[in-house]
């Protein structure tokens, strides 16, 4: 008999939020920057915090031959651009001898004693290759993540240690740019979520008010409007002005459905970040080729039960909107099924081993859904409904089964 293994669809949408939006190549005008590892640039933290998602089972599977230690909780450390790129991590609050959590480094599942790690004080530094691609064994980035306990209850929270820091040409002036990473993942380049920090005003320092904005936030000096982009390691960075052309943008929903709570975000290729909250409503935008990177909205079924969807970007098809004119979009068209299933081990299945079940629910436009939630009042409703996985005989007779849930 073989034993199912179900992994949720993709990360917790309120912890990873638009991860995976990040930017296509910067053009030739892009200048590094340098990458600075200290948790603080004059005087001021530049950590961003942000809490594990704990649970009692393991989103992927364990080895077989590794037994989890008693009071183990488990999360997924979502660092890289990609869910594949993220860690499975044990927390183990009450072990004996402080603390400790467990970060699977390799990914084989083992949690091997190197890989232990033990709090001997407030907190614990942890120093890591952090994938820039979308592939777990691609190009990485030596990164420190900091790990805290929470001040109540057993939780844990982390960030990473570290800002790059250069200057770049806006309005006819050079100004000094800082780059945070906003959402804890090791990377610079996440779109509404890392921070960029500008000396608008030339005097050597950051206003934390009037000189901070969201990456992908357009930027006003001196009558212009600008929009800062860069790689993943701030290794080119690039300041781009906008033309000053606009067009419109209409969003539908795929069907006959009627959504409600919309929150569409959409990134340009300048590498402005657009976010549609209405549907069936022409908007105006700048012109330009987009790509959608999340889509959130609720639903309402025959019985009247909400139920809430996020889907994030798997690929970034474009679409252009062109000066003076209106596109329409629908999202969400073409949704289709994909099922992997892999041994624990990798490799051919063989009988009585665990097999690794990964449903993708995909739309056009390069979205794959990564959270089902049934309940209204926005998407960080804690009740959620799942699909039932059967494993079956050639003869029918059910040999195993399991529900597999959202992240």
């Not at 961003?48 to 080895?63: G, I, M």
């Not at 409007?225 to 795929?254: H, N």
């Amino acid at each position: 008999m073989h034993v199912l293994w179900l992994v949720c669809l993709g990360l917790c949408p309120a912890v990873v939020g638009g991860q995976l939006a990040g930017v296509k190549p910067v053009d030739a005008t892009a200048v590094p920057f340098e990458f600075h590892d200290a948790a603080t640039y004059e005087g001021r933290s530049v950590l961003h915090f942000r809490n594990l998602d704990l649970r009692d089972k393991p989103d992927r599977p364990l080895a077989a031959d590794f037994q989890p230690p008693r009071g183990v909780r488990y999360a997924m450390l979502p660092i890289g651009p990609t869910r594949e790129t993220a860690l499975s991590l044990l927390w183990i609050p009450t072990a004996a001898g402080g603390p400790a959590l467990w970060l699977d480094a390799n990914r084989d599942g083992r949690f091997t004693a190197d890989e232990k790690h033990v709090f001997t004080a407030k907190q614990l530094e942890i120093t890591l290759p952090i994938p820039t691609e979308s592939k777990p064994k691609g190009k990485t980035v030596s990164r420190t993540l900091i790990f805290r306990r929470s001040s109540l209850g057993d939780g844990l929270r982390y960030a990473v240690r570290g800002y790059a820091l250069g200057s770049l040409e806006l309005a006819g002036g050079k100004r000094k740019v800082l780059i945070e990473d906003g959402n804890a993942d090791g990377l610079l380049n996440t779109i509404g979520q890392d921070r960029v920090l500008v000396d608008l005003d030339g005097d050597g320092r950051f206003d934390a008010v009037l000189e901070q904005f969201p990456l992908g936030k357009p930027i006003a000096k001196d009558g212009q409007v600008f929009v800062i982009r860069c790689d993943p390691a701030a290794t080119a960075v690039v300041a781009r002005r906008r033309s000053g052309l606009e067009g419109k943008l209409r969003l539908d929903l795929a069907g006959a459905a009627k959504a409600q709570n919309v929150a569409v975000e959409l990134v340009s290729d300048l590498g402005e970040l657009v976010v549609v909250e209405q549907l069936g409503k022409s908007i105006v935008v700048p012109a330009g080729d987009y790509y959608i990177t999340a889509v959130r909205l609720e639903l309402a079924d025959a019985a009247g039960k909400i139920w809430s969807y996020a889907f994030f970007e798997r690929e970034q098809p474009t679409f252009p909107v062109p000066a003076g004119a209106e596109k329409h979009v629908a999202l969400l068209d073409k949704l289709t099924m994909e099922v992997d299933a892999n041994s624990s081990h990798g490799g051919r299945t063989k009988p009585s081993e665990s097999m690794y079940i990964t449903p993708h629910l995909h739309a056009a436009g390069g979205l794959e859904l990564s959270s089902c939630r049934i309940g209204s009042g926005g998407f960080s409703v804690p009740t959620e409904d799942g699909a039932e996985i059967v494993l079956r005989s050639p003869e029918g007779k059910v040999l195993s089964h399991g529900v597999s849930g959202f992240g």
